[in-house]
């Protein structure tokens, strides 16, 4: 090669390298920088009180709210999302198919587990579309449900979420059977309750009202939601409520803590903050509903 063309191509590498290193560093920062993320997150912050957006093109309040959801969902693990064990709706094996119609009627969901004997061994799923199936063309109702089992997803609650929506993707399969340490079921995540990570909750018309998991009562006291999280008592109650060592999250899980059981409806319990959680709901299974009672103030010393 030429010396000419030699110390051109040199010069061209070395454009195209500055040209590359400029825009990296425009991206991902300099080296010891913050990280994107980082950036981020500190610009959504900046604007977080912002209206609707004059510029067109500009990002709505909404879009930063997904945008920020988007930041931390690569953050959150198998066993953080999706409906957890006491909330699985589920049939056994060996349920009769005019049941199992019932069963899908009464709960709106368009899968089912199946289990064999009891819900840690889940063996398959129903999908709804194949019973319609059955139903659409007045095909004789079969006997056993063996036909219609289809195979779930099985994952670790390690699993990470961006990890099982590409597990969902590829295997075309949105349902799956989140595992605990034991290999028991822990809970239950869909495709769709990954999607709320990002978006929020998305309702149907099939779905009940929501309803205040926190509802103020005279007096000070509370009543609430045993699925209502920990971190949200702190802020909006007393944020003592939430200083827990144990690893629980909800309320319900705090309560059954403090009893060393699964409370029945009229126990009152004392935490250590001065706060009674009176159990209003329960089942032998687990807490529904409770009642936060204040510390009562303590009479003031005479001189």
Excluded at 142 to 150: N, S, Y
Aim: aromatic share 4%; glycine share 8%; proline share 7%.
């Amino acid at each position: 090669m030429p010396e000419g063309d030699s110390s051109s191509f040199a010069a061209e590498g070395s454009n195209e390298t500055s040209i590359w290193r400029g825009l990296k560093a425009m991206i991902f920062g300099q080296p010891g920088d913050e990280s994107l993320r980082h950036q981020l997150e500190e610009a959504i912050d900046a604007h977080e009180d912002d209206p609707a957006p004059d510029a067109k093109g500009d990002l709505s309040p909404i879009e930063r709210t997904m945008v920020r959801n988007l930041l931390h969902f690569g953050e959150r693990d198998a066993g953080d999302v999706g409906v957890p064990r006491a909330d699985i709706v589920a049939i056994e094996e060996k349920t009769p198919f005019a049941d199992l119609v019932k069963i899908f009627a009464e709960a709106g969901h368009s899968r089912l587990p199946v289990y064999r004997e009891k819900l840690d061994t889940i063996i398959g799923m129903v999908h709804i579309k194949d019973v319609f199936a059955i139903l659409a063309t007045g095909a004789a109702h079969p006997e056993t449900l063996d036909a219609l089992i289809r195979q779930p997803l099985f994952v670790p609650m390690s699993r990470g979420v961006l990890d099982l929506l590409a597990d969902m993707r590829a295997s075309r399969v949105h349902l799956a059977v989140v595992l605990d340490e034991y290999f028991g079921t822990e809970g239950l995540v869909t495709i769709e309750d990954l999607i709320e990570e990002i978006v929020g909750d998305i309702e149907d018309e099939h779905d009940d009202a929501p309803t205040a998991l926190l509802i103020p009562l005279d007096g000070g006291a509370w009543d609430a939601d045993a699925r209502v999280e920990l971190e949200d008592v702190g802020e909006t109650v007393d944020p003592r409520l939430a200083e827990v060592d144990e690893d629980i999250d909800t309320l319900g899980g705090l309560a059954a803590l403090l009893a060393g059981h699964v409370p029945q409806p009229g126990e009152c319990l004392d935490h250590k903050s001065g706060w009674k959680l009176e159990v209003t709901e329960a089942d032998t299974r687990r807490v529904h509903r409770l009642r936060l009672h204040p510390p009562v103030p303590e009479p003031e010393s005479e001189d």
